[in-house]
């Protein structure tokens, strides 16, 4: 990710605007039916998600970047059944669930997505 955020920062015009959006680990995971929190993900390893924050931190410590403005919104996740949503947590390496909270018929998952604004420097 250090090499990327590097690569991105000498293309970027001085100035220029990079928007960082991804998956945030502050915020667990949501299972809803018809609207409602009906389950929560437990964090599992969240080190990818640690190294990618102390990445964009370290161009910040440098006085690269400068983040301009942040925030977060929630995005749903519809799956066909319950079964493929299970699949897809399983295949998850940084949130897991008790499937036997999970009810029947639960097909979305609620996560939060954060961004920031950064102006190269």
């Known amino acids: 990710m250090v090499d990327a955020l590097r690569s991105v920062h000498r293309v970027l015009r001085r100035g220029g605007v990079l928007v960082d959006v991804r998956p945030t680990t502050a ?6 039916r018809d609207g409602r929190v009906t389950a929560q993900l437990l964090p599992a390893a969240q080190g990818r998600h640690r190294i ?11 006085g690269l970047l400068r983040p301009l403005r942040s925030g977060h919104f929630w995005f749903r996740h519809t ?6 949503l299970l699949r897809w947590i399983r295949d998850r390496d940084d949130w897991v669930v008790d499937e036997r909270t999970v009810p029947q ?6 996560r939060a997505v954060e ?7």
């Open 79 to 84: 799956f066909p059944d319950r079964e493929a």
């Open 27 to 32: 915020r667990a995971p949501r299972l809803e």
């Open 115 to 121: 961004f920031t604004h950064y102006r190269r420097m």
């Open 52 to 62: 990618a924050d102390e990445s964009v931190a370290r161009l910040v410590d440098e």
């Open 105 to 110: 018929g639960t097909r979305t998952l609620r």
